[in-house]
């Protein structure tokens, strides 16, 4: 039966009307996964005699900072991973057992690159522990430990990715741990550290983590297994209606209509509210760059690189989503006597004045220096000059319908997407190169009125560039209304 599932789900990808640009992504993405398997694999082999070199008990140091990592792994499974998604529905009317769709649906997580990485690291560094003469059993059954804690937290997410308050409030505790141990207030690793090294030094202590992940996995199994239902799990959710005018939006005609439709989206779904969330992430992105701890303040690239993720947080990633935000009465939209420029107006509008509003917000950037103020206001007017076209651009290509609900167990429910990370790459690429050039040419305050004119320009000739982009949208209609019918 698993392999009758493999064999659908494959006809699932290449059959859909997005697999040429599926087929694309998967090949960038796997060009990424080669880079972090490299990274991970020397980083292994390194990390030893990197330790060693700087006075540090290699072992010692390691245990002593895997509370962070499994932390952090944690945190970018809940954003990034995909949840275990099939095309439920028919299965269901078909003699195949619930729990052999269940078992199938959290296998395929099981096998997952977030697990699979984590062995290009712990194994290198498992080898030249043996090399450097530590047990060799003894460092199998921490292994097997460390495994056990990464698989825990593989199952750990699907559970989270439905408790949202459970999530964040963890997060904000090990924070406040992470922030208390730098200003030496409290050291939660004296506390973690002991039991991770209690996995190499006791012949027991390993069965904790193995028998976690199983627990987890049983917990995991029993929620998708309850929610596997027409009637309930798979079912959409009704909720009491409430009325929100905002006629102050009707002087602007059409385009103030679809304004308030796009408002009215935001505030009653969870993955557009999500897009509100990562504008205010990103607004605080910049302390990374800025500050004078990092070194990344010194490199002429990623400081406008900063000031675009800065001003453009919520841009680049509601507008990666334009016009999948409405794939679910798309159909209906292009029913009716409606122009693609005020749609696109619309979509255009919102995100300019939500990047001004992050513009004004990060004010307080004021602190580190007119010049690192003026990289975000130079990458806010390159945002809406350039980059509002080019993600408005790329959604003619969309073919992925979204589910701007995703409450359900069997629902995609993150607020990023990598593939919109990946795509956002060329968005990026121009600015730091047009800042660079003008910087070694000439002096940074060139560099800043290189980017800032190719963000005037962009503006300057926007009604021919909507143009165009109408033009695209009108070819790729029928396409990508067929594409939409598709859910799975």
């Given at each position: 039966m698993f392999k009758h599932f493999?064999?659908?789900?494959?006809?699932?990808?290449?059959?859909?009307a997005s697999f040429g640009t599926n087929l694309v992504l998967k090949v960038f993405i796997g060009l990424m996964a080669l880079y972090f398997v490299a990274l991970f694999l020397v980083l292994g082999f390194a990390i030893y005699h990197i330790l060693e070199d700087s006075g540090l008990n290699p072992f010692s140091t390691v245990n002593k900072f895997l509370i962070y990592y499994f932390v952090l792994d944690l945190v970018i499974r809940y954003?990034?991973?995909k949840m275990p998604v099939m095309n439920i529905r028919p299965l269901l009317t078909l003699p195949i057992k619930k729990n052999t769709i269940v078992h199938f649906a959290l296998a395929k997580t099981s096998i997952s690159f977030f697990n699979l990485l984590h062995a290009f690291f712990f194994i290198p560094f498992s080898i030249?522990?043996?090399?450097?003469?530590?047990?060799?059993?003894s460092v199998i059954l921490w292994h097997l430990g460390i495994f056990g804690i990464i698989y825990a937290n593989n199952f750990i997410n699907i559970l989270l990715n439905n408790k949202d308050s459970v999530f964040y409030s963890v997060l904000a505790i090990v924070v406040g741990f992470g922030v208390a141990q730098y200003y030496k207030v409290f050291d939660v690793t004296i506390y973690t550290a002991p039991f991770f090294e209690g996995l190499y030094k006791t012949s027991y202590l390993f069965i904790i983590p193995l028998l976690v992940a199983i627990m987890a996995y049983y917990f995991a199994f029993n929620f998708f297994k309850s929610n596997l239902n027409l009637d309930e799990g798979l079912a959409k959710k009704s909720e009491e209606a409430k009325t929100e005018n905002f006629n102050w939006l009707n002087q602007f005609g059409t385009l103030g209509t679809f304004l308030k439709n796009d408002i009215k989206m935001i505030k009653r779904n969870k993955r557009p509210r999500g897009t509100i969330l990562a504008s205010a992430v990103f607004l605080f992105y910049g302390l990374l760059f800025f500050n004078n701890v990092s070194g990344f303040n010194h490199n002429v690239g990623m400081q406008i690189f900063a000031g675009i993720f800065v001003s453009g947080g919520f841009l680049l990633n509601f507008g990666q989503f334009v016009p999948s935000w409405d794939s679910s009465y798309y159909q209906l939209m292009m029913s009716q006597n409606i122009q693609y420029k005020e749609y696109l107006s619309s979509k255009w509008w919102l995100m300019v004045?939500?990047?001004?509003?992050?513009?004004?917000?990060?004010s307080f950037y004021l602190y580190f220096g007119w010049h690192t103020y003026f990289l975000i206001l130079v990458g806010a007017i390159y945002n809406i000059g350039v980059n509002s076209h080019l993600v408005l651009l790329g959604g003619a290509f969309n073919k992925t319908a979204l589910d701007i609900t995703a409450r359900k167990a069997f629902g995609e429910r993150q607020a990023f997407d990598i593939k919109t990370m990946l795509i956002a790459i060329p968005k990026l690429a121009v600015p730091m190169i047009l800042y660079a050039i003008g910087t070694a040419v000439f002096n940074d305050n060139i560099g800043l009125l290189f980017v800032a004119v190719a963000g005037v320009l962009g503006f300057a000739f926007r009604e021919k560039v909507f143009q165009k982009i109408e033009g695209i949208y009108k070819s790729e209609k029928y396409a990508t209304i067929a594409a939409y019918k598709q859910k799975n």
């Open positions: 493999i064999r659908l789900e494959w006809k699932s990808f290449s059959r859909s954003f990034i991973q030249m522990l043996v090399l450097n003469h530590y047990s060799v059993s004045i939500v990047t001004i509003i992050s513009t004004v917000l990060a």
